[in-house]
């Protein structure tokens, strides 16, 4: 729960740029109610998928911030898989947090193949990097980056794929090859985040260009609307990150 919402509402109005810490979905949800009196609300986590994310709140006709603006420092590291496997994201949070880190201090911890991306808040990546714990017995080297390579970023399968709408629950069941059932059994949980606010409405028709974060599962994108067939069956091309 964010405590400083009205501060941040009311330093927004007086013509401050609000820059808060990184926020989780809920929070995301929290804050976007400020999208309200002349003022807008920027979400961005370093990287276009992010689900952890900083809030930047100004007034409406401010120039839109720049990624630079949120103040995100990204660092980067390999390690030896044949030595152990690093765990999950959550277990290097936990390591992290044992540091006396405060979560909303550093965003996603991107993990893929045997590469590993911090998104730190600039204010404290210095000390972080210093002092990072061992991860599953190994001191591994962080240097800072401008951005996630493009061969890390471009880890989405493209397809197209036949639906007779645009339900959330009928995108998701299609895209991650389960059922209806299991898929609603997901929305309704509050496992499932659209453009970072949670929808757990299995009827809600997805757009184009939304972004669908099913948690432990991966991402989905509507790419492109292809055409209807005779039988009135939709054809997307969709981005399914897993």
Same mark, same amino acid.
């Given at each position: 729960?964010?405590?400083?919402?009205?501060?941040?509402?009311?330093?927004?109005?007086?013509?401050?740029?609000?820059?808060?810490?990184?926020?989780?979905?809920?929070?995301?949800?929290?804050?976007?109610?400020?999208?309200?009196?002349?003022?807008?609300?920027?979400?961005?986590?370093?990287?276009?998928?992010?689900?952890?994310?900083?809030?930047?709140?100004?007034?409406?006709?401010?120039?839109?911030?720049?990624?630079?603006?949120?103040?995100?420092?990204?660092?980067?590291?390999?390690?030896?898989?044949?030595?152990?496997?690093?765990?999950?994201?959550?277990? @290097?949070?936990?390591?992290?947090?044992?540091?006396? &880190?405060?979560?909303?201090? =550093? !965003?996603? $911890?991107? %993990?893929?193949?045997?590469?590993?991306?911090?998104?730190?808040?600039?204010?404290?990546?210095?000390?972080?990097?210093?002092?990072?714990?061992?991860?599953?017995?190994?001191?591994?080297?962080?240097?800072?980056?401008?951005?996630?390579?493009?061969?890390?970023?471009?880890?989405?399968?493209?397809?197209?794929?036949?639906?007779?709408?645009?339900?959330?629950?009928?995108?998701?069941?299609?895209?991650?090859?389960?059922?209806?059932?299991?898929?609603?059994?997901?929305?309704?949980?509050?496992?499932?985040?659209?453009?970072?606010?949670?929808?757990?409405?299995? @009827?809600?028709?997805?757009?184009?260009?939304?972004? &669908?974060?099913?948690?432990? =599962? !991966?991402? $989905?994108? %509507?790419?492109?609307?292809?055409?209807?067939?005779?039988?009135?069956?939709?054809?997307?091309?969709?981005?399914?990150?897993?």
């Amino acid at each position: 729960m964010l405590t400083r919402l009205g501060d941040y509402y009311r330093e927004a109005l007086d013509g401050q740029i609000v820059l808060t810490k990184f926020l989780d979905l809920e929070e995301i949800k929290e804050i976007n109610s400020l999208n309200k009196d002349g003022l807008k609300v920027y979400l961005y986590g370093g990287y276009e998928e992010a689900e952890r994310v900083r809030a930047i709140v100004q007034l409406a006709y401010y120039e839109a911030p720049l990624p630079d603006d949120f103040k995100i420092a990204i660092y980067k590291t390999e390690y030896n898989a044949n030595y152990q496997t690093i765990g999950p994201p959550s277990s @290097s949070t936990s390591l992290i947090m044992s540091l006396g &880190i405060e979560r909303n201090t =550093f !965003g996603d $911890i991107y %993990i893929n193949n045997q590469v590993i991306y911090l998104f730190l808040t600039e204010e404290i990546s210095g000390y972080m990097i210093q002092n990072m714990p061992m991860i599953m017995h190994q001191r591994l080297e962080f240097r800072k980056v401008d951005d996630i390579c493009d061969d890390e970023k471009n880890q989405e399968v493209t397809k197209e794929i036949q639906v007779p709408s645009l339900r959330l629950d009928v995108i998701i069941a299609k895209c991650l090859n389960i059922s209806r059932a299991k898929a609603a059994e997901i929305i309704e949980a509050g496992n499932v985040s659209i453009n970072h606010l949670i929808c757990k409405n299995i @009827s809600y028709q997805c757009q184009l260009k939304q972004i &669908i974060s099913i948690r432990k =599962f !991966g991402r $989905i994108t %509507i790419l492109e609307n292809l055409r209807t067939t005779r039988k009135d069956r939709i054809v997307l091309l969709v981005g399914v990150y897993h």
